[in-house]
């Protein structure tokens, strides 16, 4: 997108700022880690003709990006806040940032997780001293009682994206993408409640808002895409998604208008083009990726994208996370060659 179009959107004050962002990088790198960039050859080679580089956070703690926002949301606390014990919903990722970052200070973590929620999160969250509580179907049923809870019983809430200190978090990672690889062109982001896109879109348009931004999504839950045509928030849920991690209908009201106006596109992916992205980058590229890592990659393979932000260009696909259950990852291995 040219400087000239960016100008003729409608104003608006971001509430994260590049120095929200680059405070909290210092603050991160000193527990998490700066994760690596690779070149995927047969994204590059086979499929759109660029140079493709993934971006991958399943290698952060945690195996998802999101210890990051979590990190850097608790730090913020003050001791009263941490006193009253923290309460968070999450299908997964986000449970397990807020789990293992309350533990690393000493904090009491309640995490509201929906029935459901793949085994592997659930496990891993408890093993980090978060108490778990499943209730409702989905993630906006979760996050309803969550709320509930903290209300009645004093928690403080670790929202998990729509937040500034948690975006500030997320947007570190479009830091190191942009100190990792000179002359990026296009970075594709997967998007749930828009933590993520919001942290990264806010940190790469910053220092170069000639960076073609991406966002992606499932067919069946793509709250944030319906909401970026519709130019308001509206709830999008029609099925479950291999995406569990991305599987919010309505998004934040601090991400949307961030997303809105610094993400210059949205794009939506089936759930076979989901299940193919997983297998090809476990095959191909000898990555573990959970559903919603594997969005990016999905969109890319299936030609979402147009080929004028690939062909010849630096592409950065993110894989925001790796925690899959291995009944899933067997699952879905007897799909194709079962």
Known sequence: MTVEALNARPRFQNPVTIQDIKKAARLIHQVGRVTPLIQSMFLSRD?????????????????????RGAFNKINHLNESEKERGVITASAGN??????????????????????????????????????????????DEAHQFMEKEAIEQGYTIVDPYDDVDVIAGQGSIGLEI?????????????????????????????INPQIHLIGVQSENVHGMTSSYHANEITTFGVDKTLADGTAVATPGQITFPITKHLVDEMVLVSEEEIATAMKDLLQRAKVVAEGAGALPTAALEAHKIDSCWLENKRVVALVSGGNVDLERVATNIDHFVG
């Open 47 to 67: 499929v759109t003709g660029g140079e493709v580089y993934l971006k991958l956070e399943n290698m952060q703690l945690t195996g998802s990006f999101k210890f």
């Open 94 to 139: 986000h449970a397990q940032g807020v789990a293992l970052t309350s533990k690393l200070l000493g904090i009491k973590s309640i995490v509201v997780m929906p029935h459901g929620a793949p085994l592997a999160k659930q496990q891993a969250t408890a093993g980090y001293g978060a108490q778990v509580i499943l209730h409702g179907d989905t993630f």
């Open 178 to 206: 942009l100190e990792q690889l000179e002359n990026v062109d296009t970075v594709i982001v997967p998007v749930g409640g828009g933590g993520l896109i919001s942290g990264i879109a806010t940190a790469i348009k910053s």
